[in-house]
Every structure is written in structure tokens, then in C-alpha cells.
């Protein structure tokens, strides 16, 4: 047991003491972290916008919602990543993280705006024709009564939607990005030993994720103290 131990600390003092590596796993969380909250902004706001051109009566809108979200749903996250910094934004003098950040925000935005669509769709008819008859236009109608509705019923989604996209950020290394997952595989390589640093990035992003569970969890619980039920 004795030996194990002294094994087990020369191996952690190894992997994360010598030569201060774990300030790679340091800074490798602060790039997931600033990735994933630049993405989730973006994932947002163009879901907003996918899910009403979904909605809208014009024929045109629609199908641009259709294309866009088949196209996204239907090919690899990582292959998005892949083309928007290798093809798109090849010349493109932007930080690598901020066209990362693009990129999942733009893959985001499908499953957003289905979140947000789903959401709307979700709110009772009678809803909007009450707040018509109050002579509230269309546009009063959804931004008053409609969205603050549609919004505790989504929230929980867009929540998972958060969540996911950490995780999703794992990639990013296929760009050359020193993010959490690859500050790991760093410290695998230098010091030829996989145990310890693949358990201490699963261990950060397990801690990470939980405490935004209970955050979150603790917001919606706020949202929903105005239900009936």
C-alpha cells in the first residue's frame, strides 16, 4: 500500500507539479469556458432568429430555417469546426477561440432555434388570442405574453443546450486550441502517463457541469414560483 502511494504521488507530482503543468489544465479551462460562453451568446441569438423564420407565414423565411437547421443537424460538429476555421475563416485575422466560438454557436443555433420554436409553439393558442382581443398587436402579443410564457418552458432545454456545447468544445484541439480536453492530452504526452490527467479533465469538467446543474436548477425553480401548479 506504502508503495502504491509513493507511486501514485511521484506520478501526480509529475504530471501536474513539475515544471507548473498544471497551469495548462489553468488556462485550458478559461479557453473552454470563454469558448463556450461566446457560442451559447451566438447559439442564441441565431436561434432567435432561425425559430421566427420557421414561424413565419412567408414561404421564403421557412425554407431558409429548413436548409439551415438540416444542414447543421446533419453533418459533424467537429467537420463544421474543421471548415469554418480551415476554409471560411482561413484568412480571417480573428483569435482562434472567438472562430471556435463561431462555430459551435453557429451549430448551437439549429438545436436553439427547434428549443425556441417548440417553446412558442408550446403556449396555448387561446394565449395570444386573449392578448389580441386586449387590442395588443401581434408583436406586443409575442414579446408580453407569448415569450415570458414560452421561456420557463424552455428554459430547462436551453439549459442542456449549455451543457452540451461544454462538452462539445472538447474538440477544439482539431484547430490547435488549448482548451481543458487538450491541455490534458498535453500533459499525457509529456509525461507518457494517461491516467492521472485524463481523470483530472474528466474530474473538472464533472465539477464544472454539476455546478452549473445547480445553478440552473435554482433559477428555474425561481421562474416557476409564479405556476399554479
Request: glycine fraction near 8%.
Amino acid at each position: 500500500m506504502s508503495a502504491w502511494w509513493e507511486s501514485l504521488v511521484t506520478k501526480f507530482t509529475m504530471c501536474f507539479i513539475t515544471e507548473n503543468r498544471y497551469m495548462l489544465l489553468v488556462r485550458g479551462f478559461g479557453v473552454t469556458i470563454e469558448t463556450s460562453l461566446l457560442a451559447v451568446i451566438i447559439g442564441c441569438a441565431i436561434g432567435l432568429v432561425i425559430a421566427f423564420c420557421a414561424l413565419s407565414a412567408n414561404k421564403v423565411p421557412r425554407m431558409i430555417a429548413k436548409v439551415y437547421t438540416d444542414i447543421i443537424r446533419g453533418t459533424p460538429s467537429v467537420t463544421q469546426l474543421m471548415i469554418i476555421y480551415f476554409v471560411i475563416f482561413a484568412t480571417v485575422p480573428l483569435p482562434k477561440w472567438i472562430i471556435a466560438s463561431i462555430a459551435f454557436g453557429i451549430n448551437s443555433g439549429a438545436y436553439v432555434s427547434e428549443i425556441i420554436r417548440g417553446g412558442i409553439l408550446s403556449v396555448d393558442k387561446g394565449q395570444t388570442e386573449a392578448g389580441r382581443s386586449l387590442g395588443l398587436s401581434a408583436r406586443q402579443t409575442m414579446q408580453d405574453i407569448v415569450i415570458p410564457q414560452a421561456i420557463k418552458n424552455i428554459f430547462p432545454s436551453l439549459c442542456n443546450e449549455f451543457i452540451v456545447l461544454i462538452k462539445e468544445t472538447a474538440i477544439v484541439g482539431y484547430v490547435g486550441l488549448m482548451d481543458l480536453q487538450k491541455a490534458g492530452d498535453f500533459i499525457k504526452s509529456a509525461t507518457f502517463e494517461a491516467f492521472l490527467p485524463l481523470i483530472a479533465t474528466a474530474v473538472i469538467y464533472f465539477v464544472l457541469i454539476k455546478i452549473l446543474t445547480i445553478l440552473f436548477g435554482r433559477i428555474e425553480a425561481g421562474l416557476r414560483k409564479s405556476d399554479t401548479r
